[in-house]
């Protein structure tokens, strides 16, 4: 008998037939036991070894304690996503767990995500290829005071403008998920009230650039604000769009 795969879903064992990635990233459908399904793909284990990284990163950079937060990243229908409750540093490639756009486990034995919701409404809704999401103390802090980050610097248009707070909602839900597409409308970030903060990109470094940048602009929001009988400047929306605009053409041209 073959090996039951998670459901997602509705959290019971799956018997239905092994979906594992064809060589190149691809996915095929094998039989079961002794089916024809092909060992993991180069493209999916090289990704795999992305989303490890950058979860640790997280760890390392102070954006997560623990197990807080979660990372995923899409190859084609395919979303490969840290596991629930298994510390970064403990991860190998044999640990690769990954699920199709509609949540059905396709990888690995480990269950995934508890914010699978969140991370596959991202995926539905944008062309995202990465998500990054954390419990950042100063993003954190932050979705306690506003309903929008305040426009204390002009990196808030690399997020597309000002920064929304989703409303409150339990971990893992749908009602969650729902709260954060319509903070992340016209955005690629957003802080979830009382939570932490969700980022997306064509790529993990893209994705996790922007949960640093927002981190870092509530962190000084928060500096500046603490400065009694004072409140820090802001930039006025048009501003913001300016440098948008400047942003588009930032960087090495190839």
Known sequence: MAEPRWNANDGRPDERRDVRPAPGGS???GAGEGGAGADVGEDVARLWAEVVA???RTVADGLVV?????VSARLGDLVLVTPSGVPYDRLTPADLTGVDLTGRQVLGTLVPTSE??????VYRATDA???VHTHAVHATAVSTLVPELPL????????GGPVRVAPYAPYGT?????????ALAGRSGCLLRNHGTVTYGATLDQAYDRTAQLEWMCRLWLTASSVPGLAPTLLTEAQVAEVGERLKGYGQRR
């Open 116 to 121: 699978l919701p969140m991370h596959l409404a």
């Open 54 to 56: 950058t979860a640790r």
């Open 66 to 70: 623990g197990t807080s937060g979660n």
């Open 174 to 182: 749908d009602e969650l998920a729902g709260n954060m597409l319509r």
């Open 129 to 131: 290829r990465a998500v």
């Open 152 to 159: 204390v610097h002009y990196m808030a248009a690399a997020l």
């Open 27 to 29: 996915v095929r459908r």
